[in-house]
């Protein structure tokens, strides 16, 4: 019997994952790995969102909910963003989804056709070109510059070429951890809307900025898209919750494909999320580890001939050029593995065309680790 595979299954694969199973199967075998490989908080969430869960499991509390999300946890994101950035966003424009990821289905789907030309920043989330290219959408990849940020002129330059129906960038960046000036990321939003381009801000490292305050791009219009995420700062991954802030017109189009999607994100992560931003206390402790791991690798990367490819403003990456070892990232980082025992993420996943010259690696993990990393990566150099 044949088996019907369709060419949008062809994407690549995510190798940070594909590195991440190879930590695990050489930690079953006995061996001791420090993995700096995946973007993900090795603290658990706060303690209210935990026990909120618990209680909610414990009184059998547990079932769909309106697409849309808890309007008690939409009302939280709504004031969340009065409080951190004085902005006035009604609970209405709130979307909670499963994960982030779950938002840039939803975005690419409400905003977006097959053949429509999305924009994107190199390097970038591979999620971001692996969903849309297995939407039908065209992926048109825009090149960074040392500054590590994509900027007004930079999206002009691209929609001149071709038009563009949407863009999407981050801020804080993945793998960069680079930030748009607040200035720079005005001018990004007008010239977008001037030139009739949509606009989605992936903005799910936010709250884990070092060298500047959070500004997010809907300062700048009520016609943004804003996806986020209690992944990150709020150490959520695995209760796979988020958000998006919608355009009015968008939000019952985002509605109707979630109904039949998802239906809706898991409420016992829902009830968790709701305690989520009162949690500050622990996570800003969580916070300041993540700064000195970050200073540990600002420091020791350099000295080992593996310098820094762009500022490491925000979100928990060093992006690092590994040209003077290898000419092959994924090459060099398997290697990492099998012979020093410390995972990190060749730029291949991040830059199909340049990626080879690049390695990230996280710091999202205990101080312990990213030391014993660099004890281990001086000894393999």
């Not at 990849?141 to 002129?153: F, K, N, Q, S, V």
């Not at 305050?213 to 150490?235: E, H, P, Q, R």
């Not at 730029?347 to 312990?368: K, T």
């Not at 680790?369 to 660099?374: G, H, L, S």
């Amino acid at each position: 019997m044949a088996v019907a595979i369709s060419r949008r299954g062809a994407v690549e694969p995510f190798h940070a994952m594909d590195i991440l199973a190879e930590a695990n199967r050489l930690r079953a075998e006995g061996h001791s790995v420090v993995s700096l490989a995946v973007g993900q908080p090795s603290d658990p969430a706060p303690l209210a969102v935990r026990e909120a869960a618990a209680l909610a499991v414990r009184n059998g509390k547990i079932g769909y909910t309106d697409s849309l999300g808890l309007m008690e946890l939409r009302q939280a994101i709504s004031r969340h963003y009065a409080d951190a950035y004085g902005l006035d966003v009604p609970a209405a424009r709130v979307a909670v989804t499963t994960g982030s990821s779950a938002g840039f289905n939803l975005a690419f789907l409400a905003m977006f056709d097959p053949g429509d030309r999305v924009a994107i920043t190199t390097p970038g989330y591979p999620a971001y070109r692996n969903i849309l290219a297995a939407l039908g959408l065209e992926v048109v990849e825009i090149r960074l510059t040392e500054e590590g940020y994509l900027t007004a002129e930079m999206l002009e330059r691209a929609h001149r070429e071709k038009p563009l129906k949407g863009v999407l960038f981050a801020s804080p960046g993945n793998p960069t951890g680079a930030l748009i000036p607040a200035e720079a990321l005005k001018q990004l939003v007008e010239a977008a809307r001037d030139m009739g381009i949509s606009v989605i801000s992936d903005e799910i490292y936010h709250r884990l900025s070092y060298t500047g305050g959070d500004v997010s791009a809907l300062a700048y219009g009520d016609d943004v898209t804003v996806i986020n995420s209690f992944s990150k700062y709020y150490c959520m991954t695995g209760w796979r919750i988020g958000w998006m802030i919608l355009p009015e017109e968008l939000v019952r189009p985002v509605e109707r494909i979630a109904q039949s999607l998802y239906i809706s994100a898991p409420e016992m992560s829902q009830i968790g999320a709701v305690k989520a931003f009162g949690g500050s206390a622990e996570l800003d402790i969580v916070r300041q580890r993540y700064i000195e791991n970050r200073k540990l690798l600002a420091e020791a990367l350099p000295r080992l001939g593996l310098p820094l490819a762009a500022p490491m403003d925000g979100a928990f990456y060093a992006y690092c050029d590994v040209s003077r070892h290898t000419n092959d990232s994924m090459d060099f980082a398997k290697r990492l593995l099998a012979e020093a025992h410390v995972a990190a993420t060749p730029g291949i996943d991040f830059d199909i065309n340049e990626g080879n010259r690049y390695l990230r690696f996280s710091y999202a993990g205990s101080g312990e680790d990213v030391a014993e990393a660099i004890k281990r990566l001086t000894r393999w150099l």
